[in-house]
């Protein structure tokens, strides 16, 4: 039987929804945010919960119940799908967000 997510979890897919949802070019994973408001992952996390508009991904780290490697992983690395040669979509991120809320892995492959 499945069980209801725990307080993290639920954050972690609530967020997933909210990048998904977003306005094109409102979400840009090689930035925490630029002159036109574009966010990366840990910029939304931030702007959500306590609208944060400087670089704290500890912050983000700690409220996401993140391991180090894990937070590097989402939030540091500059994925970038090489078979399209393009930057990772926001329905990229939030399928990479919905991973981590239900395996605890960062997986940026898009195959």
Not at 6 to 11: G, N, R, V
Not at 63 to 89: D, I, V
Request: proline letters at 5%; a neutral charge.
């Amino acid at each position: 039987m499945l069980q209801a997510p725990d307080k993290t979890t639920k954050e972690i897919l609530d967020l997933a929804r909210y990048i998904e949802e977003l306005s094109p070019g409102r979400y840009r994973q090689s930035c925490y945010v630029d002159p036109m408001g574009a966010r990366c992952i840990c910029g939304w996390f931030n702007y959500r919960k306590c609208h944060f508009n400087q670089d704290d991904w500890r912050y983000a780290q700690a409220e996401m119940g993140l391991t180090k490697l894990q937070a590097q992983q989402l939030f540091e690395g500059h994925p970038y799908n090489y078979s399209r040669n393009e930057p990772p979509t926001a329905k990229e991120a939030a399928r990479v967000l919905r991973h981590l809320a239900v395996t605890g892995e960062v997986d940026w492959s898009f195959a």
